[in-house]
């Protein structure tokens, strides 16, 4: 029996046998299967290896006839290692298959579940103890997937903190290839997914599958070639040494894993991940329009003055912010990072009549007011340390290691997250807040619990119980995740946050690679997008005032500055840059969006639906050729004529390159030109100086 789901432009086809898991057919571009041979008819055997041909199964097994990476290793006191599965039930619906397997001799129970919606295959397996005794869980991955055997590159992420989403493109491995994460949480590298890319694909054409695991902790990521010449792809939750021991009758359920197969490269592949990440979330999909942030931190860090952060609301309201974020400082004690996390009361010093008068005073000018927690830290100079030093992660034998000066505090205890919902609850009560900056500024070492065993998984799952929970009792607040700036960014925290914080380095330059890394997984209103000062803080470099706002104007567009610090000239060009990000954010933040690169440097994005696009193009160094290359946007083939409208230059101001009669055109009414003709041979761009960004309107005749 052939079990299949088809999505818009691919398929999954899987092929039932007699007491065995389900056998794999195919996962790539859509096929019909109804005349499909069974897989045995066309495999002769093969030498040197066993009687019984075994191939790659839904969930392959370990230790008996596959000698491939399992979906299960586990045992149950060195014993019951293997494997053989000989009761199977399968549940199929027309966009979802449950596959229930069980081994009576082992005792051990595997559910895999994958659903299909659009293009994007969510997969995700659990394991049952049905012995009398512990079952020790080594591995379970969330799903197991085949990779066609002509796939030629991975592009996959890796990163730091100031230095996320460093893009990597390699090879398929002869052998094997592996990321694994170890820290506790998503990590700066972003989301933990990637892209196999086909034979001759690109950003436009071809064919590309992408996975991401919906996950905020350790995770491992996987692709093994098989002797048969394609490779299997695996993900799951990283387990440490005895961190998951069931009982008799207990199950461990794997996170998420989001898979999709596009046919139109990789730009398909990211907006079917957008479209499901949208999907996910609690609030059906489409946020409201995104408020334009002003954050405290880079303008004052813990130099907290009532009076000075009132006038820096009143310079803010003035620029058109909308919502005004009281960044790290404000409560009891915190003069700088040494002391106080986890002490959630307003600095009598700081602020002698509480938080109170600056929430109001910030909500009077029209804004909405946001504040900053750290929930999951504490400092071990803090009230809270010193009553319950029990509550941090440790080990007996190995000392408190601090990061920021701070510990972890144990989430996976019913009686921490209780003293932490009442504490951030009282907040929300008291104060007209609007918005929490959820921060998390460490990795987890060591990451033991109570009983001395290994404790990721349960602050992962206490985190998300404890962020729920709050978001139950107060449905209006929104959440921002942030950890040391994009070290919790992923499709997991995507479902209980409104926004992620890409990154603490603020430079625009910098910027421009990681907010394109961000958004090869997650969807541009969830990213955190900021103009910071010049120089920037993190690098010391200097970038124009236009140049900041265009390269933060895609995201969630913020301000992490105080305007009494900038030139007179350059609050006008913020002011116009949030009147512009306002004008535009609904076709920004809804639609698709297409990423792509032109000759000499030049890189692009596009956001909206056809007939109605916006086009921004970078040059981030200087021009190497005498005139500027027209920019191909394949995606507007087929789209007849098209009007062409240059929205504005950024760039530095002086000394100004020169103009041609099309571009003054496009400043007016606009140029119509056909939409083939832009696709292949290319819109003309105006001069641009290193460090610009031209933003076009594409609109239907």
């Known amino acids: 029996m052939t079990i299949a789901l088809h999505g818009d432009a691919s398929s999954l086809i899987l092929e039932a046998q007699p007491d065995a898991a389900p056998l794999w057919r195919w996962w790539g571009p859509r ?11 066309t495999r002769p055997q093969a030498s040197f290896s066993l009687d019984r041909d075994q191939p790659l199964t839904l969930v ?98 890796t990163g730091r903190h100031n230095a996320e989403f460093v893009c990597n493109d390699e090879a398929m491995p002869a052998h094997g290839w592996v990321r694994e994460n170890r820290r506790g949480l998503t990590g700066h590298a972003g989301p933990p997914g990637l892209f196999v890319v086909g034979p001759n694909a690109g950003w436009h054409h071809g064919r590309v599958h992408g996975a991401q695991l919906a996950w905020s902790g350790n995770h491992r990521l996987s692709i093994e070639r098989d002797d048969d010449g394609f490779w299997v792809l695996q993900m799951g939750e990283a387990l440490a040494p005895g961190e998951i021991r069931l009982a008799p009758g207990e199950t461990y359920a794997t996170p998420e894993m ?80 040494t002391a106080a996390l986890g002490d959630w009361v307003a600095d009598p010093v700081k602020y002698p009549r509480g938080l109170k008068p600056l929430a109001k005073h910030v909500v009077s000018l029209g804004m909405e007011f946001g504040l900053w927690v750290e929930p999951e830290m504490v400092n071990p100079d803090s009230d809270l340390a010193r009553a319950h030093p029990d509550w941090a992660l440790q080990l007996d034998g190995v000392p408190k290691l601090t990061s920021r000066n701070q510990l972890v505090l144990d989430l996976g205890r019913a009686e921490v997250r209780n003293f932490l919902f009442d504490a951030i609850d009282a907040l929300l009560r008291d104060l007209p807040i609007a918005y929490l900056k959820w921060d998390h500024n460490r990795d987890l070492a060591p990451a033991g619990d109570a009983r001395g065993r290994a404790g990721y998984h349960a602050q992962v799952v206490g985190a998300y119980a404890l962020i729920d929970r709050l978001r139950a009792a107060h449905p209006a607040v929104e959440i921002e995740a942030c950890a040391g700036g994009g070290g919790r960014s992923d499709a997991g925290i995507a479902t209980r946050t409104h926004r992620m914080w890409t990154s603490d380095c603020i430079d625009a330059v910098s ?59 350059d609050a006008v060009t913020l002011a116009t840059a949030i009147e512009r990000y306002k004008a535009l954010r609904d076709r920004l933040h809804h639609g698709r969006l297409w990423m792509g690169e032109g000759g000499d440097g030049l890189l692009w994005q596009m956001h909206g639906v056809p007939g109605d696009l916006l086009l921004s193009v970078t040059q981030v160094q200087p021009m190497t050729v005498r005139h500027p290359l027209p920019l191909p946007v394949p995606p507007l083939a087929g789209t007849a004529r098209v009007r062409v409208r240059l929205l504005n230059l950024a760039t530095v101001p002086g000394h ?46």
């Not at 096929?31 to 008819?41: E, F, K, Q, S």
């Not at 579940?113 to 103890?129: E, H």
């Open 258 to 337: 989001l898979a999709t197969c596009s046919t139109a490269g990789l730009n398909g592949a990211v907006q079917a991940f957008h479209a499901a990440v949208r999907a996910r979330a609690p609030w059906g999909g489409a946020m409201r329009p995104r408020p334009v942030h002003v954050n405290s931190w880079e303008g004052f860090y813990f130099d907290h003055d009532e009076a000075a952060l009132m006038a820096l609301a009143d310079r803010s309201a003035g620029l058109g912010v909308e919502r005004f974020v009281l960044d790290d400082g404000w409560f009891t004690g915190r003069g700088d990072d």
């Open 511 to 569: 910027r421009v690679a990681m907010q394109r890394g961000f958004l090869h997984f997650l969807p541009p209103e969830m990213m955190g997008s900021h103009v910071g000062a010049s120089p920037a803080h993190s690098t010391g470099r200097s970038q124009s005032m236009a140049f900041r706002a265009a390269v933060a104007l895609p995201g969630h567009f913020g301000v992490e500055l105080d305007p009494a610090a900038i030139a007179p000239a």
């Open 31 to 41: 096929v019909d299967a109804d005349t499909l041979p069974p897989l045995a008819d």
């Open 656 to 701: 100004p390159l020169p103009d041609a009669p099309v571009f003054a055109a496009m400043r007016g009414e606009g140029v119509v030109l056909d939409g083939d003709w832009l696709a292949a041979a290319g819109l003309p761009i105006p001069a641009m100086k290193a460090e610009s960004v031209a933003l076009f309107a594409i609109t239907a005749v």
């Open 60 to 157: 392959p097994s370990y230790g008996t006839d596959w000698f491939g990476p399992a979906a299960l290793r586990a045992h149950r006191g060195g014993q019951a290692f293997a494997q053989w599965f000989d009761d199977v039930a399968i549940a199929e619906e027309s966009d979802r298959v449950t596959v229930t397997l069980t081994d009576r001799t082992a005792r051990v129970t595997v559910v895999q579940r994958i659903v299909l919606a659009g293009d994007v295959l969510t997969l995700s397996a659990s394991v049952t103890n049905d012995g009398d005794e512990v079952l020790d869980i080594e591995w379970l991955a969330a799903g197991t997937l085949p990779l066609p055997g002509d796939s030629a590159t991975i592009r996959s992420f």
